[in-house]
């Protein structure tokens, strides 16, 4: 039954997740790291205590307090593909020597250890293991024999996973709809997307004095960044004021360096690398506008994150970006892999100032009431009461 909170605590919460904030050596942090930290921060706001299971490479557990959330480092060896594997066996022995503590476990998906409890299950799922699709420019022979190695061994695993949650919430229809078709368990799929930090993502309050579009993630086939330089010849020779900025690392980072040299666009096409979040807020703020060429996404982070800083936003239409990128209101959406018409929408908003303002405070106002970590967290914790009532 749910808790009456009469100790000062609602619920104990053990989430298990891959990576976890801050950044450490040796491990790379996404978007399931910044998901966690911010739910776990909002659910302790709320009355709830989190404890955090996520990788590390001590020998044994290690334990760190960090802003009221304690951190469990947990042995981790990157022996891939069996990585998981191993690190499966450190996550359960600590598990079980806790267990009685928890009120409830919630798995972030992908890559979290199987938990064999009877404690209530909820796994929130950001992406599925999936082959690479037939072009991918940016997977050598080997990676990819890797990466089908890897499949194989860990299907068995994410099935098991979903399989045994009480509760499977996605942070995008376009997740749900392929662990519909990967795997069923449709009657216990609940879409939560994905969350914004609106307290840190802000808009800048003085005048911008930059003219520069902004893009940020990882530097893959699938982000659609060869679009993007095509996109960006079209551009720069209507409005030769303007640049682009590229945020981020990823393995087709040669192939793009090289494609932007090529096209003689090495002063129009910036490559800054791997920002930090407090230098990825001033990007977001002092640019004209931030542009998502993708292919393929499911609820990117890096769109709310513009929208909350009051920027407008060109993207191709693809997963769940028109949920927030509203056609003529907060951006506009184009077709993908069609870099031409994302010029066109692009030098549109480049001319027109009033109109980037409007999109930009409609994006604002569009993340504040709807994809606050406060509004997020309470969806989240209407799931614990429903799986702790069954």
């Known amino acids: 039954m749910w808790p009456n909170g009469s100790e000062g ?5 053990c989430m298990i997740t891959s990576e976890f904030p801050p950044q450490r050596k040796g491990l790379k942090l996404g978007g399931v790291g910044y998901h966690s930290f911010n739910l776990c921060n909002e659910l302790i706001k709320k009355g709830h205590r989190v404890t955090v299971f996520t990788r590390g490479f001590h020998k044994e557990p290690h334990l760190e307090c960090m802003k009221k959330i304690d951190v469990y480092r947990i042995t981790y060896f990157p022996l891939y593909p069996f990585n998981i594997k191993f690190h499966q066996i450190f996550v359960d022995k600590l598990f079980r020597s806790m267990e009685s503590d928890f009120d409830l476990v919630h798995l972030q998906v992908p890559l979290p250890p199987l938990i064999d ?3 209530p299950i909820v796994a ?4 599925l293991i999936r082959k690479p ?3 991918m420019l940016d997977i050598d022979l080997m990676r990819r024999i890797a990466y089908e190695v890897f499949s194989v061994l860990n299907y068995p695993l994410e099935f098991e996973i979903l399989r045994n949650a009480d509760l499977i919430t996605c942070v995008s229809s376009t997740v749900a709809r392929e662990i519909s078709d990967s795997y069923g368990f449709d009657s216990k799929i609940k879409v939560i997307d994905n969350g914004v930090d609106t307290n840190f993502f802000v808009p800048k309050k003085s005048n911008k004095n930059f003219s520069y579009i902004l893009w940020s993630g990882r530097i893959i086939y699938a982000k659609g960044l060869l679009d993007l330089v095509e996109c960006a010849k079209y551009v720069c020779k209507e409005d030769s004021s303007t640049s682009f900025i ?3 690392t990823g393995p087709l980072m040669g192939h793009l360096k090289k494609l932007i040299s090529n096209s003689g666009l090495e002063k129009k096409v910036i490559l800054v690398g791997q920002l930090d979040r407090e230098s990825l807020l001033r990007y977001y703020q002092n640019s004209t506008l931030f542009v998502l060429p993708s292919h393929h996404e499911s609820f990117p982070n890096v769109v709310l994150e513009a929208m ?12 769940d970006v028109h949920k927030v990128v509203k056609d003529g209101k907060t951006g506009f959406l184009v077709s993908a892999k069609d870099p031409k018409a994302l010029g066109q929408r692009i030098i549109e908003l480049l001319n027109d100032e009033a109109l980037r303002k409007r999109m930009g405070e409609a994006s604002r106002r569009l993340v504040e009431n709807y994809y606050s970590w406060d509004s997020i967290s309470n969806k989240v914790i209407a799931c614990y009461k429903l799986v702790m009532n069954q």
């Open 9 to 13: 605590v609602l619920l104990h919460i």
């Open 117 to 119: 409890t009877s404690l």
């Open 124 to 127: 929130t799922v950001h992406s």
């Open 133 to 135: 699709p037939p072009k």
């Open 246 to 248: 590229l945020a981020g």
């Open 308 to 319: 909350a800083c009051g920027i407008p936003t060109v993207a191709t239409d693809v997963g």
